[in-house]
């Protein structure tokens, strides 16, 4: 099946420093990658669309400022913490598609980010 | 917009016996997607089940299966025969085909097999 990969799986920072999570798709061209964001205990949130090329659409309420999304070819998007605070702290998830490969989407294993 | 429901935040089940999770959902869009997946205490995201609109047959994955009901817009996980292993979150999820754009989540439901 689609792997995506997703590193680091989890990181520790200080606060005002920046952090940037990779995202990769391994076996097939990911046209479009979604982040979402999930507190404990809570569901995946949207935070944004990329699509290889052009500029990431943002959910509302997200910082584009602050989330920065690059997905600079078909199998690498990265999501950039900038100046990271506490209440960034959280579980980012990034997940591809691929039309070829139907409806359903390919998620990486997460990232764990804690801000000191 | 698109709204999905699942309104049991905790379900218990015993081992080997079969569990309904509920999920009830809210579009306007004609072509759409129904999923679940499961989340363990990793945190990875395992795809389950996936059922699409116009399928007119419930689907069925092993010990998944998928009671859709679509008047009712009611996209239910029946898990046969649990088992241990099966604890984790469970999420459902929709996604509006036509216009191939993201994937939306409902608040999940804890699942906890005992033995």
């Known amino acids: 099946g689609a792997v995506v990969s997703q590193h680091p799986s989890w990181v520790i920072c200080k606060s005002g420093t920046s952090v940037k999570i990779e995202c990769r798709s391994l076996?097939?061209?990911?046209?479009?990658m979604f982040w979402y964001r999930q507190f404990p205990k809570q569901s995946l949130m949207l935070m944004a669309t990329?699509?290889?090329?052009?500029?990431?659409?943002?959910e509302q309420g997200v910082e584009k400022d602050k989330f920065l999304i690059n997905h600079a070819s078909l199998t690498l998007s990265t999501l950039t913490v900038t100046s990271a605070h506490p209440e960034d702290s959280s579980f980012y998830i990034c997940?591809?598609?691929?039309?070829?490969?139907?409806?359903?989407?390919?998620f990486g294993s997460g990232t764990q980010l804690s801000v000191l | 917009a698109q709204k999905i429901t699942q309104t049991q935040p905790g379900m218990f089940v015993q081992e080997k016996e079969a569990v309904t999770l509920d999920c009830t959902y809210d579009?306007?869009?004609?072509?759409?997607?129904l999923f679940w997946y499961k989340q363990p205490s990793s945190g990875e995201m395992i795809f389950l089940i996936y059922?699409?609109?116009?399928?007119?047959q419930n689907a069925t994955e092993g010990r998944y299966s998928l009671n859709f009901q679509k008047a009712r817009k009611s996209a239910n996980l029946v898990i046969s025969a649990s088992q241990l292993g099966d604890s984790a979150m469970y999420f459902c999820?929709?996604?509006?085909?036509?216009?191939?754009?993201?994937?939306?989540f409902g608040a999940g439901t804890r699942l906890t097999v005992k033995p």
């Open positions: 997940s591809a598609t691929d039309r070829g490969r139907g409806e359903k989407l390919f």
């Open positions: 990329s699509n290889e090329g052009s500029k990431a659409t943002y």
């Open positions: 999820a929709m996604r509006d085909l036509y216009n191939n754009n993201d994937m939306r």
């Open positions: 579009t306007s869009d004609q072509s759409y997607g």
């Open positions: 059922q699409g609109s116009y399928d007119e």
């Open positions: 076996d097939f061209q990911a046209t479009t």
